[in-house]
Protein backbone atom coordinates (compact mmCIF):
# COMPACT_ATOMS: atom_id res chain seq x y z
CA UNK A 1 0.00 0.00 0.00
CA UNK A 2 1.47 3.27 -0.59
CA UNK A 3 1.14 5.83 1.86
CA UNK A 4 -1.06 8.90 1.32
CA UNK A 5 -0.40 12.49 0.22
CA UNK A 6 1.46 14.49 3.04
CA UNK A 7 -0.12 17.59 3.56
CA UNK A 8 2.69 19.70 4.31
CA UNK A 9 3.93 19.52 1.22
CA UNK A 10 1.03 20.43 -0.37
CA UNK A 11 0.71 23.77 2.20
CA UNK A 12 4.55 24.17 1.85
CA UNK A 13 4.30 24.81 -1.94
CA UNK A 14 5.03 27.73 -3.25
CA UNK A 15 3.32 29.52 -6.58
CA UNK A 16 6.03 28.69 -8.58
CA UNK A 17 6.30 25.12 -7.11
CA UNK A 18 2.60 24.93 -8.34
CA UNK A 19 3.44 25.31 -11.58
CA UNK A 20 6.11 23.08 -11.93
CA UNK A 21 4.48 20.03 -9.48
CA UNK A 22 4.24 17.01 -11.07
CA UNK A 23 1.48 15.12 -9.38
CA UNK A 24 2.13 11.33 -8.77
CA UNK A 25 -0.81 8.98 -9.01
CA UNK A 26 -1.28 5.52 -7.06
CA UNK A 27 0.63 2.85 -9.02
CA UNK A 28 -3.20 1.42 -9.42
CA UNK A 29 -4.65 3.74 -11.86
CA UNK A 30 -5.35 2.73 -14.97
CA UNK A 31 -7.51 4.25 -17.52
CA UNK A 32 -9.84 2.85 -20.11
CA UNK A 33 -12.60 3.85 -22.49
CA UNK A 34 -15.76 1.69 -23.37
CA UNK A 35 -18.73 2.51 -25.80
CA UNK A 36 -20.57 -0.51 -23.11
CA UNK A 37 -21.18 0.14 -19.35
CA UNK A 38 -18.79 -1.89 -18.03
CA UNK A 39 -18.54 0.41 -14.73
CA UNK A 40 -22.27 -0.37 -14.18
CA UNK A 41 -21.89 -4.64 -15.10
CA UNK A 42 -18.73 -4.31 -12.60
CA UNK A 43 -21.06 -3.06 -9.56
CA UNK A 44 -23.52 -5.34 -10.68
CA UNK A 45 -22.07 -8.54 -11.08
CA UNK A 46 -22.82 -9.81 -7.48
CA UNK A 47 -26.61 -9.22 -7.69
CA UNK A 48 -29.00 -10.28 -9.85
CA UNK A 49 -29.73 -7.13 -11.41
CA UNK A 50 -27.56 -7.03 -14.05
CA UNK A 51 -30.88 -7.54 -16.69
CA UNK A 52 -31.54 -4.08 -15.38
CA UNK A 53 -28.54 -2.62 -16.73
CA UNK A 54 -29.30 -0.63 -19.88
CA UNK A 55 -26.62 -2.37 -22.75
CA UNK A 56 -27.05 0.76 -24.61
CA UNK A 57 -23.86 2.04 -26.73
CA UNK A 58 -22.54 5.47 -24.82
CA UNK A 59 -19.03 6.63 -24.77
CA UNK A 60 -17.34 6.33 -21.32
CA UNK A 61 -14.21 7.38 -20.04
CA UNK A 62 -13.13 4.96 -17.19
CA UNK A 63 -10.83 5.23 -14.26
CA UNK A 64 -9.84 1.75 -12.77
CA UNK A 65 -8.29 2.16 -9.22
CA UNK A 66 -7.56 0.18 -6.26
CA UNK A 67 -8.22 1.61 -2.49
CA UNK A 68 -7.30 -0.95 0.67
CA UNK A 69 -7.63 -4.07 -1.64
CA UNK A 70 -11.28 -2.96 -3.04
CA UNK A 71 -10.63 -2.54 -6.96
CA UNK A 72 -13.07 0.55 -8.04
CA UNK A 73 -14.18 1.82 -11.92
CA UNK A 74 -15.85 5.04 -11.66
CA UNK A 75 -17.11 7.01 -15.42
CA UNK A 76 -15.61 10.21 -15.86
CA UNK A 77 -16.34 13.41 -17.71
CA UNK A 78 -13.77 13.42 -20.54
CA UNK A 79 -12.01 16.90 -19.09
CA UNK A 80 -11.19 14.94 -15.96
CA UNK A 81 -10.49 11.61 -17.38
CA UNK A 82 -8.01 13.99 -19.80
CA UNK A 83 -6.22 15.61 -16.69
CA UNK A 84 -5.73 12.88 -15.09
CA UNK A 85 -4.16 10.82 -18.27
CA UNK A 86 -2.00 14.17 -18.42
CA UNK A 87 -1.06 13.57 -14.83
CA UNK A 88 0.25 10.08 -15.23
CA UNK A 89 1.84 11.61 -18.16
CA UNK A 90 4.05 13.60 -15.89
CA UNK A 91 2.74 16.89 -17.27
CA UNK A 92 3.01 20.01 -14.50
CA UNK A 93 0.31 21.32 -13.03
CA UNK A 94 1.35 24.24 -14.42
CA UNK A 95 0.22 22.40 -18.03
CA UNK A 96 -2.96 20.90 -16.60
CA UNK A 97 -3.97 24.27 -14.99
CA UNK A 98 -3.69 25.16 -18.95
CA UNK A 99 -5.89 22.91 -20.24
CA UNK A 100 -8.43 23.39 -17.54
CA UNK A 101 -8.37 26.97 -18.25
CA UNK A 102 -8.85 26.66 -21.81
CA UNK A 103 -11.81 24.09 -22.19
CA UNK A 104 -14.62 24.30 -23.15
CA UNK A 105 -16.65 27.43 -22.22
CA UNK A 106 -19.91 27.04 -20.96
CA UNK A 107 -18.87 24.46 -18.26
CA UNK A 108 -19.60 24.91 -14.56
CA UNK A 109 -16.33 26.97 -13.68
CA UNK A 110 -13.46 24.88 -14.22
CA UNK A 111 -11.34 26.20 -11.56
CA UNK A 112 -14.49 25.37 -8.80
CA UNK A 113 -14.05 21.71 -10.71
CA UNK A 114 -10.90 21.34 -10.88
CA UNK A 115 -10.11 21.96 -7.08
CA UNK A 116 -13.36 19.56 -6.15
CA UNK A 117 -11.86 16.98 -8.57
CA UNK A 118 -8.47 17.24 -6.93
CA UNK A 119 -9.77 17.33 -3.32
CA UNK A 120 -11.90 13.90 -4.06
CA UNK A 121 -8.53 12.41 -5.96
CA UNK A 122 -6.38 13.46 -3.25
CA UNK A 123 -8.76 11.92 -0.24
CA UNK A 124 -9.54 8.91 -2.76
CA UNK A 125 -5.72 8.30 -2.74
CA UNK A 126 -5.48 8.25 -6.54
CA UNK A 127 -3.08 11.27 -5.81
CA UNK A 128 -0.24 10.08 -3.94
CA UNK A 129 2.46 12.11 -4.25
CA UNK A 130 3.83 15.97 -5.71
CA UNK A 131 7.17 16.63 -6.90
CA UNK A 132 9.04 19.19 -7.54
CA UNK A 133 11.77 17.75 -9.26
CA UNK A 134 12.27 18.94 -12.89
CA UNK A 135 14.98 16.03 -13.13
CA UNK A 136 12.25 13.27 -13.16
CA UNK A 137 10.92 14.98 -16.54
Do not use: C
Amino acid sequence: EVPPLDATKITAMTEEDWNIAQLILDPSVQFMTSEWPVDDLWYKRASESLASTNMGSSKRHLLVYRREHILYVENLRPLPWNILRDMAAGKTLGTIMQVVSDSTPGEVDQQLDFQTWFQDWVLKGIIRDVSTNQSSQ
